[in-house]
């Protein structure tokens, strides 16, 4: 029987990117009155104010946005944590977090009751580049957290949001970081918790909400997660190790796996991508961090932290590369009894927006546990985070569409639960969430001549002398590296017993966490 509508999300495939708004990334993407409905930042007099405690203050006193100069901006990375995005949202920096990456008791809170004014990403900007730089930034340098790429500079993702659906009002679930908003995505909460990892370990060890992959797997439906290579483990596996430690050998797989599941028609139920996102060379999209661990490289005393970059060519320019292969393994999929491009949507979305200008406020939001009880930090999970980019792939989806109405992160839920009768909301977060489930509107069809023919640019390759890795690790990456390894432990796994104030270099931390890791996740290795 030929497929309609209804099968349309038969199998899900989701690219899960990292930290970009909006406006960063697709607010170029239609010109004022091209399609009926769009919330982007072309016809708009958008800007931030320069705080008046700046040293290069320009006269208007203002950062205008602007069209990005390179692949690789903001460069260095943006704050991302909870207090760094109360400074983007409200405008709000407390005085002793000015110059610092935040202190433990102060986390530059809104008035109560507030609107987000989103005001305050050059302030944050600015206070973020004066720890990472050593001095007060250049205007060039801070202006660049106000920029966005064109459809010409992203034709991968702006090709397909053309082609098929983009939602232009879908937001993170949390005002923060990447952990939280992760398991947010799969779980409708984040167990309390608003930062990554402090203290160490605390999402491995203490993140015991239910999953949609729980759900799944009760309800006797298939489901993988892949990460790019050279990935020796997934961040989803870590972020909820409590629900998926035993499922780590036999559903984490490599997406050189991916690309054969879905030519043989063989894909699962529900498939999550990650992106190669630990380690030099990574394609997940994320800003540029070599200069920030750089900069903490040579506060801790290593005299060739300067020459500790990442990043170069750009992780824009792989993440295209990569979403490229997957979209077109699903176009090309022509199986009659199994997954084909008939039946399967691929969902393409980012975990947080990274710190990265966004010009349209979060809304409110319902707390997970219904009552709004502080968590960590005294956060009350009553706001969602900041608009990301998401685009929804299908051959029941015309082109050029638009998608208005409010989704949040939690909507892949709300909807893979309407689609397979999974039970009841996993939390009241999620209950909350709109489906999408009404997004695939053609009666008929688009045949795979009728997808748009996306052509990703070669990433330029990134030579050993370009990013060397024997200077020590900053204040990031080593906090990563515990994490990992208290994650690790938490499992009964032997690991080094390291204290934040030992020195680990790049190289030494790669190693460790692929040695201590990898066995855990051996259908990962190809």
Not at 246 to 258: E, K, L, V
Not at 340 to 348: A, R, S
């Amino acid at each position: 029987m030929r497929p309609g509508p209804e099968n349309a999300m038969d199998h899900v495939v989701v690219v899960m990117f990292e930290n970009r708004s909006f406006d960063n990334l697709l607010g170029h993407l239609y010109e004022p009155g091209e399609v009926a409905s769009f919330e982007g930042v072309l016809g708009k007099d958008l800007s931030n104010p320069v705080p008046e405690w700046a040293q290069h203050r320009p006269a208007d006193g203002v950062v205008r946005y602007s069209a990005a100069a390179t692949m690789n901006t903001p460069a260095p990375d943006p704050g991302e944590e909870w207090p760094h995005v109360n400074t983007q949202l409200f405008g709000v920096l407390d005085d002793v977090n000015r110059g610092t990456f935040g202190s433990e008791s102060s986390f530059n809170l809104p008035p109560a009751g507030a609107t987000p004014t989103m005001d305050g990403f050059v302030t944050d900007y600015i206070s973020m580049l004066m720890v990472e730089l050593g001095r007060q930034p250049t205007y060039d340098e801070y202006a660049q957290i106000m920029t966005g790429y064109t459809p010409e500079q992203m034709p991968v993702l702006s090709g397909l949001a053309r082609g098929f659906a983009t939602f232009d009002h879908w937001f993170c679930d949390v005002p923060t970081c990447t952990y939280p908003n992760r398991s947010f995505f799969h779980a409708g909460s984040s167990s309390g918790f608003v930062v990554n990892m402090t203290p160490p370990g605390s999402f491995p060890k203490n993140n015991d909400a239910e999953t949609l992959f729980d759900r799944l797997d009760a309800a006797g439906l298939s489901w993988k997660v892949y990460c790019d290579p050279p990935s020796h483990y997934s961040l989803t596996g870590v972020i909820h190790a409590r629900r998926l430690a035993d499922r780590f050998a036999t559903n984490f797989f490599s997406t050189n796996q991916f690309l054969e599941d879905a030519e043989k028609g063989q894909l699962p139920t529900y498939s999550f991508i990650e992106p190669q996102i630990i380690g030099w060379n990574h394609n997940d999209m994320h800003p540029p961090f070599g200069d920030v661990l750089a900069a903490l490289g040579a506060q801790m005393g290593a005299d060739d932290a300067g020459s500790l970059h990442f990043d170069p060519p750009s992780s824009l320019i792989g993440g295209e590369e990569l979403l490229a292969r997957v979209y077109a393994a699903i176009r090309s999929s022509t199986s009659d009894t199994g997954s084909n491009h008939l039946n399967t949507t691929l969902l393409v979305t980012f975990d947080e927006h990274g710190g990265t200008y966004d010009h349209v406020p979060p809304p409110s939001a319902v707390p997970p546990d219904g009552t709004g009880a502080p968590g960590q930090m005294g956060f009350t999970f009553d706001r969602a985070g900041v608009r990301i980019p998401t685009l929804a792939i299908s051959a029941w989806i015309p082109e050029r569409t638009v998608i208005s109405a409010e989704h949040r992160a939690t909507s892949l839920m709300a909807t893979m639960r309407q689609r397979w009768n999974l039970g009841a909301p996993l939390s009241a977060r999620e209950a909350s969430a709109r489906s999408f489930s009404d997004i695939f509107t053609l009666t008929r069809p688009r045949t795979q001549e009728q997808f748009p023919e996306i052509v990703a640019r070669p990433v330029p390759v990134m030579h050993d002398s370009v990013a060397p890795l024997d200077a020590p690790l900053g204040l990031l990456g080593k906090s990563l590296l515990l994490g990992v390894l208290a994650f690790a432990e938490s499992l009964g796994e032997p690991v080094p017993h390291l204290a934040p104030e030992d020195t680990i270099s790049g190289s030494q931390a790669i190693a460790i966490g692929h040695e201590v890791l990898g066995e855990l996740f051996p259908a990962m290795h190809d």
